[in-house]
C-alpha cells in the first residue's frame, strides 16, 4: 500500500512542496495521454487509495472527488494525439506531466514521478518505479490522471458512437479494431498508432472467414 515515505524523505531534505505526478493513457489508438501532479497534506490518510489499475470505475470516481477535495493542490495536463504524432508518446507523456505541474499554483521544489523516467521538470526529481502503488502523492496522480481520461473518453464517445470509447477508452481491443475496419480512424486516432492497422484488420477477416459462426 502507499504512504508518505518518499515524500517525508524529500521534506527531511529542505523540500517544502513535494508533488506527485503520473499519467493514464500511453498505450492507447486513440485520444489524448493525461497526467496529474497532487501536491497532499503530510500523512492524509484517504481510505482506499492505491493503484488506479487495481480499483474499480466507482471506486475511482469517489476518490476522484475526495482527492480534489483535500488535496494542497492539483493540477491536470495532457498533449493531444496530434502532439503524441509529432513528438512521440513517450516526450508527449513528459508535456502532459510538464503542464499539470505549470497548473499547481505555488510552484513544487521536489517531484516524485511513478516509473523510471525524469520528466525533466526543472526541479528535483525522485522517479519511482510502480510509484503508484508505493508513494500516496502518485496515487492520488494516477487517480486524477485516470478518471479524467476516462471521462474524456465518454464525452468522444458520445461524438463517434461508432468507435464504442466507453467499452474500451481507445485502446486496442478486438471490438476497436473491428471498428477501426469499417469506418477508418477518427479524429482523435493517434496515426502513429495504427501503422500495423491493416496487419489487425487482416488478421480479424482471417478469423471471421475461419470461424464465421462467432461473427453471426
Known sequence: MPDYSREQAAAALGALTVCG?????????????YAAAV???DGLLIEGLNDSKKLTPKKRDVLFDIIKEEA?????????????DSLNILQATFLAMNRAVQELATPPDFALVDGNRDPELGIPTETVIKGDSLSMSIAAASILAKVSRDRYMLEMAEKYPEYHFEKHKGYGTKLHYETLAEYGPSPIH????LRTLDEHIAKLRKESEEHPEKTE
Open 21 to 33: 505526478i503520473d499519467e493514464a493513457g500511453r498505450g492507447p489508438l486513440a485520444g489524448p495521454v
Open 39 to 41: 501536491v497532499l497534506p
Open 72 to 84: 494542497v493542490e492539483y493540477g491536470i495536463g495532457i498533449a493531444t494525439p496530434e502532439e503524441i
Open 190 to 193: 493517434r496515426k502513429t498508432f
